[in-house]
T-cell receptor, first 110, second 114 residues
Framework: KNEVEQSPQNLTAQEGEFITINCSYSVGISALHWLQQHPGGGIVSLFMLSSGKKKHGRLIATINIQEKHSSLHITASHPRDSAVYICAGQRGGSNYKLTFGKGTLLTVNP | SQTIHQWPATLVQPVGSPLSLECTVEGTSNPNLYWYRQAAGRGLQLLFYSVGIGQISSEVPQNLSASRPQDRQFILSSKKLLLSDSGFYLC?????????????FGPGTRLTVL
């Protein structure tokens, strides 16, 4: 079993829809990163969280430590949100290593 | 503000040829530095990380090597490329000041080995 599991693998939405991407992780992971990879390959860090909830614009990330689950939400989705969204877990005590999920390909149609 | 540069952006190399990819970071000191590879259709894989000059940790045995000759410079090398080395190579940095830090990624180098 992978340390970080994402779902769904692919997601297609209509512009304006509310989107949720899920990430489950294994014991020992203490922080969760959400990344966005654009079609050209560039990667942007969206959030890093170890508890609670963070919000940036239309993006919201939550984490439930007891359930070892994190979600990334996009409100009022737009075609420019189309990208691959990747969650990555970071182990406690390790400053360095991220274990990556396989990514969710999001396509938002106009 | 901090910026991270990688070059070249794309590279096509024959099997058996050497490789040198360079990454530099501006606007920060003593960063942690990382090399990742994303093979076609696969997820990101950590190749090397460095917490200081001359300090390199390897995650995956392979024919690649990394060096950090200066605080903000990270180099990925190979003496002889294999077909399986094709992929998208990303450099990233994070602050070394606390245990949990965001990682900031460079624009990447797309390497094709023929």
């Amino acid at each position: 079993k992978n340390e970080v599991e994402q779902s769904p693998q692919n997601l297609t939405a209509q512009e304006g829809e509310f989107i949720t991407i899920n990430c489950s992780y294994s014991v020992g992971i203490s922080a969760l990163h959400w990344l966005q990879q654009h079609p050209g390959g560039g990667i942007v860090s969206l959030f890093m969280l170890s508890s609670g909830k963070k919000k940036h614009g239309r993006l919201i990330a939550t984490i439930n430590i007891q359930e070892k689950h994190s979600s990334l939400h996009i409100t009022a989705s737009h075609p420019r949100d189309s990208a691959v969204y990747i969650c990555a877990g970071q182990r406690g005590g390790s400053n360095y290593k991220l274990t990556f999920g396989k990514g969710t390909l999001l396509t938002v149609n106009p | 503000s901090q910026t991270i540069h990688q070059w070249p952006a794309t590279l096509v190399q024959p099997v058996g040829s050497p490789l040198s990819l360079e990454c530099t970071v501006e606007g920060t000191s003593n960063p942690n530095l990382y090399w990742y590879r994303q093979a076609a259709g696969r997820g990101l894989q950590l190749l090397f990380y460095s917490v200081g000059i001359g300090q390199i940790s390897s995650e995956v045995p392979q024919n690649l090597s990394a060096s950090r000759p200066q605080d903000r410079q990270f180099i990925l090398s190979s003496k002889k490329l294999l077909l399986s080395d094709s992929g998208f190579y990303l450099c990233a940095w994070s602050s070394g000041l606390s245990s949990y830090n965001e990682q900031f990624f460079g624009p990447g180098t797309r390497l094709t080995v023929l």
